[in-house]
């Protein structure tokens, strides 16, 4: 792990599909605590961001030192008087540093950020993790403010190209805790991978989640912005990439990921919606908008977002909207249909 100050914003806003993409995603807001992850999954996409291929040993971990400069960071965006969804965890796990930052500036990270959005109650920070560093969160009273989200996946994958992480079963342990706890918790079960034994697999996974109740489960599956690019950075950083043998050789209607069968895709997508407790609100995450027709899924808030009217939703329907008024929207899509 190296330390370092960072240079550029701790809090940046994703750039979100363009004007004339059919992918149903919205730029959203990140905290960057840290850069890269101590772990190792095979199909990690930041293996091929070029700050870490010419920076390898920083893949592992970098953790910022001006700590007293991200919580004044944080403080100037609370005071926005918009409701907000901030997520930790877009470019580095969110909770796998937490015992750095104790070590390194004298108190967990969970520590020096949580207490800002739990004295307030417009926004919300979602942690996205893989980690089940929670000691240190577990010392503070829960608050609805921040919710604990943990990737999960069918044990086999969990073992198979997720090294360096905890089992899927050890990650539901910890959630469990939370919940217990009082803390607010969510999944992402993703990539889904079309194994041979996917169906008792991930039928395994969902009865845990079900089990738990989470506000939300987001899917996804395995996807990749260059069909050879991210299975070349996996050999040659030591990873299994057979997972990517998977991956079709054509991209989804959008042009944005390969992706597996679009077929499979769906499949896969509706087992998991249909067994779901029907009190979980399902989501996708930077899918197409094909495939939400297709699951006959509509949109009702996503990971990243406060929910279906978040203020980042409505600007960008708004500008949608403008654009084909204006003439300059051939081929934008109409707005996702909300749920009534």
């Known amino acids: 792990m190296k330390l370092a100050e960072r240079g550029s914003n701790f809090i940046r806003q ?3 599909p363009g004007e004339d993409s059919q992918i149903v995603c919205f730029k959203f807001w990140q905290l960057v605590v840290a850069g890269g992850c101590p ?4 199909y990690c996409f930041l293996q091929t961001v070029p700050w870490f291929r ?8 970098l953790v910022y030192t001006n700590v007293e400069e991200m919580v004044a960071e944080i403080t100037h965006w609370l005071d926005d008087p918009i409701p907000k969804m901030m997520i930790v965890g877009e470019l580095q796990d969110g909770l796998i540093f937490d015992s750095a930052y104790k070590k390194t500036s004298g108190e967990p990270l969970t520590h020096r950020v949580i207490p800002l959005f739990a004295a307030q109650k417009r926004h919300r920070l979602i942690f996205l993790t893989k980690s089940t560093q929670i000691q240190h969160a577990l010392e503070l009273a829960p608050t609805p403010q921040v919710v604990f989200s943990w990737s999960v996946n069918a044990e086999e994958i969990g073992a198979k190209w997720e090294h360096g992480t905890p089992l899927p079963s050890e990650r539901f342990a910890a959630a469990e805790k ?4 009082g803390w607010p918790v969510r999944f992402r079960l993703d990539p889904m991978i079309p194994y041979a034994d996917w169906k008792r697999g991930y039928a395994e996974a969902i009865k845990k989640i079900n089990a738990l109740l989470p506000e939300m489960v987001t899917l996804g599956a395995l996807r990749a912005t260059s069909y050879n690019g991210l299975r070349n950075a996996a050999k040659a950083n030591g990873r299994d990439e057979t997972i990517f043998d998977y991956l079709t050789e054509t991209k989804d209607p959008s042009g944005f990921k390969y992706r597996i069968p679009f077929d499979t895709q769906v499949e896969m997508f509706r087992f998991a919606v249909d067994r779901l407790k029907s009190s979980i609100k399902p989501a996708l995450c930077k899918e197409d908008r094909a495939l939400w027709k297709a699951l006959g899924m509509k949109f009702d808030g996503c990971h990243c977002l406060l929910g279906r009217n978040d203020a980042i939703v409505k600007k960008r329907n708004t500008e949608m ?3 084909r008024e204006t003439g300059h929207g051939i081929g934008i899509g109409k707005p996702l249909p909300v749920l009534a």
């Open 178 to 181: 939370m919940k217990k706890a």
């Open 14 to 16: 994703f750039g979100g």
């Open 39 to 42: 772990y190792r999954c095979a």
């Open 54 to 61: 010419f920076r390898p040993d920083e893949l592992y971990g």
């Open 321 to 323: 909207e403008h654009a």
